[in-house]
């Protein structure tokens, strides 16, 4: 079993930037494919990025250039740098491990809120 914990998320205005960070229970990374969805209201949970133990990723195309994620194996973490926020990235995040880099596994986090707006 692993436990995911998200943290970092707040309201920003547009064009400004937050950092998530995804806290793992145990060491996972070597394992483990780490991943971000969101999913806005009265939408689907969709793919934002994902990494796997090479530094292999995978990024949707409406994040492509604004949002990088990386992972910090000694600490168990995984995080999602979004540059360049614009409203339509006002979601809830979620952290999941444990699928592919362009599937969802069945780890997930709680979900952090992020509200892009002026």
């Known amino acids: 079993q692993v436990q995911l914990v998200e943290s970092g998320g707040g309201l920003v205005q547009p064009g400004g930037s937050l950092r998530l960070s995804c806290a793992a229970s145990?060491?996972?990374?070597?394992?483990?494919?780490m991943g971000w969805y969101r999913q806005a209201p009265g939408k689907q949970r969709e793919l934002v990025a994902a990494?796997?133990?090479?530094?292999?990723?995978n990024y949707a195309d409406s994040v492509k250039g604004r949002f990088t994620i990386s992972g910090d194996n000694a600490k168990n973490t995984v995080y999602l740098q979004m540059n360049s926020l614009k409203p339509e990235d006002t979601a809830v995040y979620y952290c999941?491990?444990?699928?592919?880099?362009?599937?969802?596994?069945?780890?997930w986090g709680q979900g952090t809120q992020v509200t892009v707006s002026s």
């Open positions: 990494i796997d133990s090479a530094g292999s990723t």
């Open positions: 145990r060491s996972i990374f070597s394992i483990y494919v």
């Open positions: 999941n491990a444990g699928g592919l880099l362009v599937v969802a596994g069945r780890y």
